[in-house]
């Protein structure tokens, strides 16, 4: 996550409520979280959405939507 690593700017924003316990087993009530902190990059110029947590694959299709 060091934003210096790259030739591009990077933004970076937490989903709300993602810690390892609900995460892990794909707590649907997250769901939201994850659409919102999306949204969030978007609204702050991101073009593309990466996670750091291969976890976060359970919401990616609510978030694509």
């Known amino acids: 996550m060091n934003p210096t690593t790259f030739d591009f700017p990077v933004i970076s924003q937490a ?10 087993p794909g707590d649907p009530a997250l769901e939201p979280a ?3 902190a999306a949204r969030r990059l978007i609204e702050r110029g991101a ?3 990466s996670s750091n947590w291969g976890f976060f694959i359970r919401h990616q299709a609510a978030v694509v939507a």
């Open 47 to 49: 073009i593309a959405i």
């Open 15 to 24: 989903v709300a409520g993602a810690w390892p316990d609900q995460m892990v």
């Open 34 to 36: 994850c659409i919102a």
